[in-house]
């Protein structure tokens, strides 16, 4: 991995991660032909995140944010190492892979986050919304054992304010592992919910089973064109290959991009792990790709855009990233580190575009 920088990690209070208010998220899990998986996600924001490509190594510590000053949380060493991506450079991740083929990502839930009270709280287990989705990678290897940690009790996520925008962020949480199995955990009522996810796909607001509900207005969608239809003698054909997914919705709203991402992730045909099925999530997500001014808040001059777009090869370890300035995947594959280095490893990705002049054969 080129342009390599360590970026020191502290073992007492980790830093907070800001984020904004984006609605615009979509994770998604294809299967391969090889029974392995590869997750995909869009990150979109209204200003710079300025993201890095983070590699924190097994066996550092880490100790939640208090909710009072001087307080600490829950601490905990990380079991496995991860790769992912960071924002405003901070170590934490916002989106990640382990070594053990397990990952997954914040996405925003404006309207529907309600965590636990840190008055009601015990501090011992308790850790604010950016650092979680940091805990499950780095200290379990599948799904069912963030489900039976979470349903244990054995961690808060509890209402804390991120002093630098002075709100709650509201998030929810996308997990995968290498055998296939999917959950989606969201903090309603005080509480984690945590929801199995059958079809791996997860986009913003409302809540997951309220996505899953909606999907019964749209069984009539299929991957195979309609049929013609005849009346009174008379026949009527489509005008073309695709018909079969009339009525499939287009807008970025989440209850549409959820439908969507159903429907590119339960049909494609299924290649081998590696880069043929790396290179088809690349072109599922390219679908959910928002350049800048598609979408703008109608308070601000804000507007959300893809900033990046990550493809995790689960059955390799191998984490692709592309910018909104670079469309070219670039690899990182958790091998090439030394993941029992005592630092985490941080680069930025190159914005510009690298690809070699086009050369032609002289005739």
Request: hydrophobic share 40%; aromatic share 12%.
């Amino acid at each position: 991995m080129k342009n390599i920088r360590k970026l020191l990690l502290s073992t007492g209070t980790i830093l907070v991660l800001g984020l904004s208010s984006t609605q615009a998220c979509t994770s998604l899990l294809v299967k391969t032909s090889d029974d392995g998986y590869v997750y995909g996600r869009t990150m979109e924001f209204g200003f710079e995140l300025e993201s890095e490509a983070v590699v924190a190594p097994r066996g550092l510590s880490y100790t939640g944010t208090g909710a009072k000053k001087g307080q600490d949380s829950l601490k905990w060493t990380g079991k496995y190492a991860v790769v992912g991506m960071n924002a405003v450079k901070q170590p934490l991740v916002c989106d990640g892979l382990n070594e053990k083929g397990l990952a997954g990502g914040i996405l925003y839930f404006p309207g529907y986050a309600e965590y636990t009270d840190p008055a009601q709280a015990n501090p011992a287990k308790s850790l604010a919304p950016w650092e979680f989705l940091t805990w499950c990678l780095t200290s379990f290897a599948n799904v069912d054992e963030v489900k039976a940690a979470v349903e244990n009790g054995d961690v808060q996520v509890v209402n804390l304010v991120f002093p630098a925008f002075g709100f709650v962020a509201p998030f929810h949480y996308t997990l995968h592992d290498a055998n296939g199995k999917s959950i989606v955990i969201e903090p309603t009522g005080g509480t984690l919910k945590v929801y199995d996810n059958p079809f791996g796909v997860l986009t913003n607001a409302p809540t997951f089973d309220w996505h899953l509900t909606n999907l019964k207005n749209y069984t009539k969608l299929s991957d195979a064109n309609g049929s013609s239809l005849k009346v009174d003698g008379h026949v009527i054909d489509s005008f073309g290959s695709g018909s079969g997914w009339i009525g499939l919705p287009g807008d970025p709203t989440p209850p549409s991009r959820f439908i969507r991402a159903f429907a590119y992730s339960m049909t494609p045909v299924a290649q081998p792990d590696g880069t043929e099925s790396v290179r088809l999530v690349e072109h599922i997500m390219n679908n959910f790709d928002l350049p800048k001014g598609f979408i703008r808040n109608d308070k601000s001059d804000e507007a959300d855009y893809t900033q990046w777009t990550v493809v995790a090869d689960m059955a390799n370890r191998v984490y692709y990233v592309k910018t909104y300035d670079n469309q070219q995947l670039q690899a990182i594959a958790l091998k090439d580190f030394d993941l029992d280095a005592k630092t985490p490893y941080a680069a930025a990705i190159a914005d510009e575009l690298e690809a070699p002049a086009l050369t032609f054969p002289k005739q």
